[in-house]
């Protein structure tokens, strides 16, 4: 109530500071640096594995079970895993904590996990950064 009584006994100050707020508003709007699509970098690494003619629930008891219990033991520094089992296809997405570089971890997931599966063979791997080759210099091959 006394802003009420403040703001009829002086109303040009109220005016005043209005005025300055859109003014100083505006000022911010513009030189607000704006992008549409901002770089964000989120340390992920997708594993797809592929087996025709399994069943989703084959897929996640078999497979994806056991590779997200895998990974999570010879992997460091995971935030979270997310799976996904459809026919015939699992696809697996690990989450790293935010300052991780992934081609190590990369290396880490295709050498330890991968390569001593039964099912070897059958997982893919990709990354907008590293080539084949710089990814079989982390591998040690």
């Given at each position: ?68 219990r895998a990974m999570t033991t010879m992997v460091n520094d995971i935030e979270h895993i997310a799976s996904q089992a ?15 570089k992934v081609e190590p971890a990369l290396s880490l997931i295709d ?31």
């Open positions: 109530m006394w802003i009420v009584r403040l703001a009829l006994r002086r109303p040009f100050t109220f005016v005043v500071m209005a005025i300055l707020i859109a003014l100083l508003g505006g000022a911010a709007i513009l030189t607000t640096p704006t992008d549409i699509f901002p770089y964000i970098d989120i340390p992920v690494v997708s594993v797809v594995w592929s087996f025709t003619g399994v069943t989703p629930d084959e897929m996640e008891n078999r497979i994806v079970t056991v590779s997200e459809y026919s015939g296809v699992s696809v697996t997405k690990v989450f790293f904590q935010p300052n991780v050498r330890d996990h991968c390569e001593r599966q039964p099912f070897q063979g059958r997982c893919r791997f990709g990354s907008d950064s590293l080539q084949e080759s710089g990814r079989q210099s982390y591998l040690g091959r």
